[in-house]
């Protein structure tokens, strides 16, 4: 028996002509925080609510806690499940929310002051306490965020699957919550399989990342190995932080629209993309030289764009493409550049990567 | 401003309808207050008088004007109506559930539902009769005309609650399945309630349109008449203002009822907004 | 792929689940399919075949013969009452839609306000809670020569004799058929018009569009939908018509359904059922030729 709390073999499913998830196979940890990466139309919904049962594959096992239930219903699989609109029963109060799901599931029940003793503590753990009583509407959206999860995690499920939890709430409220999910996963020790549309909140989130594209897994790794080293260049750029020029390896060098690159250490594939990341750019006036192991290239200051903690800048190569930099700044001011003039962008030899 | 001129105009135009659409009800309403028992149903008022309200309940001295044929009749319209309410009703909700998934032939369901409304009540009812007469079953007003009544209702309910379900969201029934929850009483749970207020609607609609049925239940109804059939027999024997009288009592019972559940309504309405709070996270 | 499929028997999960979904959806739609099969479209059948039966005095024979038929179709009273019942329909559609119409253009386009139009609409069905038969007796003493009517019209100076021709004519079954279905036709058009973004009509506002190319282009295509369905109700009740006819015109006027009620009494069952076939006809093309007009399926 193997030790991850879900283990999807061969999943397929089609609607009508169109492959939704094409031969998915994975082994999901226990006790682990996984986020579910990839664009809109890449399956990850479809994949989610195949594992809940609320779609049936056309082909494939799912073993979850050692069982197969793939013909097992909704009802009888025990995985738990957050919705991005949070699904709350809009005629029950957030007590009776939470307490549904111990009052009326099949099998064995527990006793009334045991649900209630398990509710309360619950609510107080999501950090609902006092609220008890109210309405589902007489609640903000990150309350009722709250409330979703409690109903679902007080029947204690190995798994939970949430489908962009995070989706229907401002900004701000996000990265507040992100932390909280986190804490309160750790504290219960279940997995948490969070499928998400943004890239930086898949690697803040996730203890482990799974990228799916069209229907396939293409990466499943931590955080910093998929910052890393993404598996291809569709990956690297759905993470929005790789510069990328498409080309051949021509002997020792990378030849594209954008110059001839020294290749990087390391095995490369024949033909396909080369990738900087943009924090790895530093930017230099032209005229200062670049050191031995760093790859310069000149390109013509564009814009830029202040996001508080850093600044990217956009610059115009020769061949028209844009490439990107970040620069973190830390205690230094931004650095001014003259719109239009040329700079010398370099980093290191072996910081940049070829991908297929 | 050229549309301006066309609101008032339109608006008038209204205006001039509605007093069209209450022009009978406003006759009818001063005639029941017309003197008896000799004062008949046209103009002019000979006397104004509530004798004619007296005499609907009884309290009249005996005079050659029969009471209206109603309490039996009246009692009768109430049970069928309830009974076709209940039973269309059901119907309705389940036909609707069945129409949330895309089956082969729902075309042919949905019109043959619908059709139900579209038969003129003379040719269903004429029809049945002559079923019930060919097999030998006799017409009654709980059996043939309650099959009819429900054929009218039944399509009214189902359309009701189609476009409830239509609103409705299913991710709450999905949401109690993950919990563990059977779909059975996941229904009685989380869906039915919801779709409460929906059902109420049909089940007002279908009791309505059954009580005041008429055309189906001419032919269908047997010997023991309906509170309409009783009216309609009325007709071609005199006609006394003890009818209006009725009329605007039925009336003013229905808007009694009705402004109830409006007032209800606002107040529940009003009580959930103002505990609507805003609050941070 | 290596995914082990062991035997055909076994279907993908997808297709099981299928199947379960399908006998549970016939299961919820059999009761309601079953009652209209035995009692909407066996009565109507039976209508047809009867029609098709021998009728002798004062009973009937499954012997078939078209002989009810011919005499429907020779007799000048029943072709008289067939050509009264379009006319009456047709003029009936005609009014109701002049009248609801406007009405509903006033009620769905013109009044934004939420709870003003729903508080009209309510309006103008509180008349429909007194009971319908009630309801066309008023219209007796409205329209007789010492009637509301004339009474009110001879106040005002407007004329010196009173009308005779407002009751027991055509004219009063066709004033109080429409005053009694006029409102299926604002219900369905206010409906529709109240759907319109009224967005798009500012936008053609401002392209310079005047009303009426407004109306023409915008408006009225869009509230096709209900049209249909006003028409479809109206007509329905209109050509099912009885009670109307009988109390106000004093048996002058003789629609279909008319003839069909004083068959039934007098026990003619199979002229009766080719009287019943005949509107059921008349009734089958209207509503087919107005559902042509839009596709009311996609619009519910």
Redesign the interface.
């Not at chain 2, 069209?20 to 009800?25: E, G, Q, V």
């Not at chain 2, 149903?41 to 002019?44: I, R």
């Given at each position: 028996m193997s030790a991850g709390v879900l283990q999807i073999?061969?999943l397929?499913?089609r609607y009508g002509g169109a492959v939704a998830l094409d031969?998915v196979s994975l082994d999901i940890p226990r006790d682990c925080y996984v986020s579910l990466l990839g664009p809109s139309g890449s399956g990850k919904t479809v994949l989610l609510r195949v594992i809940a049962g609320f779609?049936?594959?056309?082909?494939?096992t799912i073993e979850f806690a050692g069982r197969p239930i793939?013909?097992a219903p909704v009802y009888n699989r025990g995985i738990g499940f957050v919705f991005q609109n949070f699904a709350l029963f809009p005629h029950l109060s957030v007590e009776e929310n939470v307490a549904f799901g111990l009052k009326n599931r099949a099998g064995a029940t527990l006793g009334k002051s045991e649900i209630r003793d398990r509710v309360r503590a619950m609510i107080e753990l999501v950090g609902l306490a006092g609220l008890e009583a109210r309405g589902v509407h007489q609640i903000s959206g990150g309350q009722r965020q709250r409330v979703a999860l409690a109903r679902t995690l007080v029947t204690e499920p190995p798994l939970v699957l949430l489908d962009e939890p995070l989706g229907a709430l401002d900004a701000n409220l996000r990265t507040r919550i992100r932390a909280e999910l986190r804490m309160i996963r750790e504290r219960l020790g279940v997995t948490f399989l969070h499928v998400t549309g943004s890239e930086s909140e898949a690697l803040a989130i996730g203890d482990r990342v799974i990228v799916l594209d069209r229907g396939r897994v293409v990466q499943f790794d931590d955080p910093d190995t998929l910052f890393e080293r993404p598996a291809s260049a569709r990956v690297a750029r759905f993470l929005n932080c790789y510069n990328l020029f498409g080309g051949a390896v021509a002997g020792a060098s990378f030849q594209s629209d954008a110059g001839e690159f020294p290749l990087p250490r390391g095995p490369c594939p024949p033909r396909g993309f080369y990738g900087v990341r943009y924090d790895r750019i530093a930017v230099a006036p032209r005229a200062e030289k670049s050191g031995a192991d760093q790859v310069s290239l000149t390109a013509a200051f564009v814009a830029s764009e202040f996001t508080g903690p850093s600044l990217l800048s956009f610059f115009k190569l020769a061949s028209g493409q844009i490439v990107e930099v970040e620069t973190p700044l830390g205690d230094r001011a931004p650095p001014q550049y003259e719109l239009g003039e040329a700079y010398a962008l370099s980093w290191r030899r072996d910081g940049a990567r070829v991908f297929a | 401003m050229?549309?301006r001129l066309?609101?008032w105009a339109?608006?008038g135009?209204?205006a001039l309808?509605?007093v069209?659409?209450?022009?009978?009800?406003a006759?009818?309403a001063i005639?029941s207050f017309q003197t008896g028992p000799e004062g008949g149903?046209?103009?002019?008022i000979v006397a104004w008088s509530v004798y004619w309200y007296k005499h609907l309940f009884g309290l009249t001295p005996p005079s050659r004007i029969a009471p209206l044929p109603i309490e039996s009749a009246l009692a009768r319209s109430l049970t069928l109506a309830v009974m076709t309410m209940i039973v269309s009703t059901v119907?309705?909700v389940?036909?609707a559930?069945?129409f949330r998934?895309r089956?082969k032939g729902a075309?042919l369901?949905?019109y043959?539902?619908i059709?139900?409304?579209?038969?003129?009540?003379?040719?269903?009812g004429?029809?049945?009769?002559?079923?019930a007469?060919?097999i030998g079953l006799d017409r009654h007003w709980w059996s043939t005309a309650f099959?009819?009544h429900?054929?009218y209702t039944?399509p009214f309910a189902?359309?009701v609650m189609?476009a409830i379900f239509n609103r409705f969201d299913a991710s709450v029934e999905e949401a109690s399945w993950s919990l563990g929850v059977s779909p059975a009483r996941t229904f009685r749970k989380v869906t039915f309630p919801l779709i409460f207020p929906g059902v109420l609607s049909a089940m007002l609609f279908a009791f309505t349109l059954s009580y005041?049925e008429?055309?189906r239940t001419?032919?269908t109804s047997g010997r023991e008449l309906t509170?309409?059939l009783a009216?309609?027999g009325t007709?071609s024997v005199e006609?006394h203002p003890n009818?209006?009288a009725?009329?605007?009592l039925?009336?003013l019972f229905?808007?009694a009822l009705?402004a109830i559940y409006a007032i209800l309504m606002a107040l529940s309405v009003r009580r959930a907004r103002r505990l609507m709070i805003q609050e941070e996270a | 792929?290596?995914?082990a499929?062991v035997s055909d028997a076994i279907e993908?999960?997808?297709?099981?689940?299928q199947q379960t979904?399908?006998r549970?959806?016939?299961w919820?739609?059999a009761?309601?399919?079953l009652?209209?099969?035995?009692?909407?479209?066996?009565?109507?059948?039976?209508?047809i075949y009867?029609s098709f039966w021998t009728q002798t005095t004062f009973k009937i024979e499954p012997i078939l013969t078209t002989r009810s038929w011919v005499a429907f179709f020779t007799s000048e009273t029943y072709l008289d009452a067939l050509w009264t019942t379009i006319r009456i329909w047709l003029i009936v559609l005609g009014a109701t839609l002049l009248?609801g119409y406007?009405?509903a253009?006033?009620?769905g386009l013109?009044v934004r306000n939420k709870t003003l139009q729903t508080a009209?609409l309510v309006?103008?069905v509180?008349?429909f809670?007194?009971?319908?038969?009630?309801?066309v007796?008023?219209?007796?003493?409205?329209l007789?020569t010492?009637?509301?009517v004339n009474?009110l019209l001879m106040k005002a100076g407007l004329i010196s004799q009173p009308i005779e021709a407002l009751l027991y004519t055509d004219l009063s079954v066709i004033i109080g058929m429409t005053?009694i279905y006029?409102?299926f036709m604002v219900g369905p058009i206010a409906f529709m018009l109240s759907r319109i973004d009224p967005t798009i009509i500012e936008a053609a506002r401002d392209l310079g569009a005047?009303?009426w190319r407004i109306f023409r282009t915008i408006i009225l295509p869009l509230s096709m939908p209900g049209v249909v369905v006003g028409a479809?109700f109206v007509s329905?009740?209109v050509?099912?018509?009885?009670?109307t006819s009988?109390?106000l015109s004093g048996r002058k006027v003789n629609l279909l359904?008319n003839i069909?009620?004083t068959q039934?009494g007098s026990l003619r069952?199979s002229f009766?059922?080719v009287v019943?076939v005949v509107?059921?006809i008349i009734?089958g093309a209207a509503?087919s030729i107005l559902l042509r007009v839009v596709d009311l399926?996609r619009e519910?």
């Open positions: 073999t061969g397929t499913k031969d779609e049936e594959p056309d082909a494939g793939v013909a | 050229e549309s066309i609101k339109l608006g135009f209204t309808i509605v069209f659409l209450y022009a009978p009800f006759v009818l005639l149903p046209q103009f002019p119907l309705g389940m036909a559930q069945a998934t089956f075309g369901v949905f043959l539902i059709l139900g409304m579209m038969v003129p009540g003379v040719l269903i004429l029809g049945m009769a002559l079923l007469n060919t099959a009819l429900v054929v039944f189902f359309l189609l005041d008429f055309s001419l032919f509170l309409p009216i309609y007709f006609i009818i209006f009725f009329g605007v039925t009336t229905s808007f009705l | 792929m290596t995914t499929i993908s999960p997808a297709a099981a689940a979904r399908r549970v959806v016939y919820l739609i009761p309601g399919v009652w209209m099969l035995i009692f909407l479209v066996l009565p109507m059948a039976m209508m009867v009248v406007p009405t253009l006033f009620i013109f009209l309006v103008c509180i008349p809670w007194t009971s319908f038969l009630i309801r007796l008023a219209w007796r003493p409205m007789g010492e009637g509301a009474i005053q006029c409102v005047g009303f479809i329905v009740m050509l099912g018509e009885f009670a009988a109390a359904g069909i009620v039934v069952w009766a059922a019943g509107l059921t009734m509503v399926r519910l």
